[in-house]
């Protein structure tokens, strides 16, 4: 006579299988460009509290009160600002018809483009940049380091961390000498930035299971190809293993060979 399983049996061994499925889906696995996790989880946690705490909500209420062409007007002038610096840094890196795109760029809409509240110099088919000085750094190969979440400003690599305060110096609006001037329009900057960002939360908070692994690797994967201006080397796209693929697969090649 066949015996038959039980339904509860069955209904057991299901809840089972999901629990161990979901067990691997939400393991972590070790990250070789993040050798500091424990420090950036925690501190990646601070700065989000801060940001909840006092920048989200003078966010949203930036969002709500501040008409679409004032907040473009405000995006451009800061735009417009940092396109000196941006010029200096494409110069450095040898790229001389962009460095001199970014400061023409810089000049139209200073003056025609009104202090740059109007981008005057896109419509005129100067294109927008994206430099800094650890991009620089990057260009003439010097290497990224390792993850590392700064207080307060956010996703960085070592490289890049090492080199924020020669980026601070260059960035016009902290250069200001007027200490109000100079607080309150990096305040305004921050609270624009910041409110640009708000349709990112809800996607982050719903669609991951890790959010602190799903901010680090979007960044360096971002942050790479801006390095290599689009494109990266096909090893620096694919973090977490396929370098280390790469290499079993040159083992098995050369053993093959012999």
């Not at 023409?104 to 005129?124: C, K, M, P, Q, Y």
């Not at 020669?166 to 910041?194: E, F, K, M, Q």
Request: proline share 5%; net charge negative.
């Amino acid at each position: 006579m066949q015996k038959t399983t039980s339904p509860k049996i069955v209904k057991a061994l299901a809840v089972v299988s999901a629990c161990f499925a979901l067990a691997g889906c939400t393991a972590r696995v070790a990250n070789p460009d993040d050798p500091l996790e424990s420090y950036n989880r925690a501190m990646f946690t601070f700065n989000e509290k801060v940001d909840k705490a006092a920048i989200e909500p003078v966010a949203k209420a930036y969002d709500k009160v501040t008409p679409l062409p004032l907040r473009t007007g405000v995006g451009n002038f800061f735009g417009n600002v940092g396109d000196v610096w941006i010029g200096g840094n494409n110069l450095l890196q040898g790229k001389f018809s962009d460095g001199l795109s970014d400061l023409l760029r810089f000049a139209i809409n200073s003056t025609v483009g009104i202090l740059g509240f109007f981008d005057v110099a896109s419509e005129l088919d100067l294109a927008k940049h994206d430099e800094d000085f650890g991009q620089t750094l990057g260009w003439w190969g010097v290497g990224e380091g390792a993850y590392f979440v700064v207080p307060f400003f956010g996703p960085r690599t070592v490289r890049d961390a090492a080199v924020l305060p020669i980026d601070l110096y260059g960035d016009d609006v902290w250069g200001i000498r007027d200490v109000p001037t100079r607080n309150s329009l990096t305040a305004l900057r921050l609270v624009h930035a910041r409110a640009n960002l708000l349709g990112i939360d809800k996607t982050l908070d719903e669609g991951t299971l890790d959010k602190y692994a799903y901010a680090r690797d979007f960044y360096l994967q971002q942050r790479r190809y801006r390095v290599f201006d689009g494109n990266p080397p096909l090893e620096e796209i694919d973090f977490n293993g396929a370098r280390r693929q790469q290499d079993d697969a040159d083992v098995v090649a050369e053993t093959g060979a012999q």
